[in-house]
């Protein structure tokens, strides 16, 4: 079976040129701040970045992706970096990454496969490595179809060859499409045990809240300090795989439970939003939604339209508060600016909060207590929706938050 270009953690520690593509120059901004990404993404995986570069394309070559003029600077390139891999921002075809990988004479990845092998890397739970592992297959199997005509050659002899005339292929094939089916009877088993832990939490009626967010918004840290949880909260990006739900006392002796659960990103490999599911099933299935945005991130704007399409996308449509932290990190001048640019995307007043000087933590909890108290108003509540709930800002085509409360 082919092994190379499958995500493995073998990626780890190796010497990696980044290349990003664009059009033209409303695509270059975009390239440039996903190349900052696939930096973060390389660094999580312990890579030494040795070059990287924006690469304008008219067209991208069928066959590898990149011109032939481009293909042989970079080998050079190649050569005097000492890259030992080569990651694309794009999302390459097999035959391209194939042909790339022959004419540089080095494994060739793109964006997908690097998340792939992050997630297979941290995947920590049962359910986890099962997710994982169910993505990378379902990525590898087109892969094993395109491309690669040598293994098309007809195999004789022993062992794992099927009914006469069975290429190699085929048999690669079978063999994996035979594993994934295993997988996804395990991952249905552990998923019925899921359900049924959540039927039992959703038994007892308290309100639950997830949090979620992009990668690296700092959910985790916001769990710990809320509940005195202790996930993982680390500056890499997907920290978090597995859900973590906590009990939270809210001031008045309100019990809710709060949700940490895998960040988002954008371009979420597709394999990973199908294995993944029943993970992002608990956010989809929470009653209410905390939104947590880094504010000091440089693009946090962005990262706060790809968690409401992601969410959109997924059909979530609970009351939502938008939490905006990190703030100890942001200038006190730009402040505003920040805050005003973030809440008008959601036509919400967001609360802004600090998890290392506690800045605003009370406001946090006062406002999860009110969403607690409108979804399940209880004895003596308060009936009125007193945060409200995030719908964001009309954009043409956008994502669509509905508000519930
Ligand atoms: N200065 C500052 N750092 C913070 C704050 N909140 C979180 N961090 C840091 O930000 C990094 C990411 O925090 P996490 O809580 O792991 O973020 P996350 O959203 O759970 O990330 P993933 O699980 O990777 O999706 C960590 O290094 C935290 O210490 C904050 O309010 N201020
Ligand atoms: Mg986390």
Not at 157 to 183: F, Y
Not at 225 to 230: M, P
Not at 247 to 273: N, W
């Amino acid at each position: 079976m082919k092994t190379t270009s499958i995500p493995n953690p073998e990626l780890v520690r190796q010497k990696a040129a980044l290349i990003a593509s664009y059009t033209d120059q409303k695509s270059e901004q975009k390239a440039a701040y996903e190349l900052d990404e696939l930096r973060e993404l390389a660094r999580t995986l312990d890579c030494e970045v040795v070059d990287s570069d924006m690469v304008r394309l008219r067209t991208t070559h069928p066959d590898t992706f990149l011109g032939s003029g481009s293909v042989s600077s970079w080998k050079e390139r190649i050569v005097s970096s000492g890259a030992t891999v080569v990651v694309f921002n794009d999302d390459l075809s097999p035959r391209q990454q194939h042909n790339l990988e022959q004419a540089w004479d080095l494994q060739v990845l793109d964006r997908t496969e690097i998340i792939l092998a992050i997630f297979a890397q941290r995947a920590r739970s049962a359910e986890g490595r099962i997710q994982v592992e169910m993505a990378q297959l379902e990525h590898l199997l087109p892969r094993l179809a395109g491309g690669w005509s040598h293994l098309e050659r007809q195999r004789g002899g022993i062992g794992l060859r099927g009914g006469a005339g069975e290429t190699q292929i085929e048999v690669d094939r079978r063999l994996i499409r035979h594993k994934i089916s295993k997988l996804k009877t395990k991952l249905r088993a552990l998923e019925r045990q899921r359900s049924t832990q959540r039927a039992a939490r959703q038994s007892v009626p308290l309100p639950t809240c997830a949090l979620v967010g992009y990668t690296n918004a700092g959910k985790s840290t916001l769990l710990n300090h809320l509940t005195q949880a202790d996930v993982l909260a680390d500056n890499l990006l997907f920290a978090t795989l597995d859900p973590t739900s906590r009990l939270f006392h809210t001031k008045s002796g309100r019990r809710m439970i709060l949700t940490d659960t895998v960040g988002f990103i954008q371009h979420l490999p597709a394999e990973l939003v199908d294995a993944f599911s029943s993970t992002l099933e608990e956010v989809a299935s929470a009653s209410m939604l905390a939104i947590v945005v880094d504010a000091s991130h440089p693009q946090a704007a962005a990262q706060l339209n790809t968690v409401l399409q992601t969410l959109a996308d997924m059909d979530c449509t609970q009351p939502a508060i938008l939490v905006l932290t990190k703030i100890d990190l942001v200038e006190e001048l730009l402040r505003h600016e920040i805050v005003s640019e973030l809440s008008s995307m959601v036509n919400s007043d967001p609360i802004v909060v600090s998890a290392v000087s506690g800045e605003g933590i009370p406001n946090l909890r006062a406002a999860l207590e009110a969403m607690a108290q409108a979804a399940f108003p209880g004895t003596g509540g308060d009936h009125r929706a007193p945060v409200a709930p995030v719908a964001p800002a009309a954009q043409p085509g956008g994502p669509g938050l509905a508000p519930a409360i």
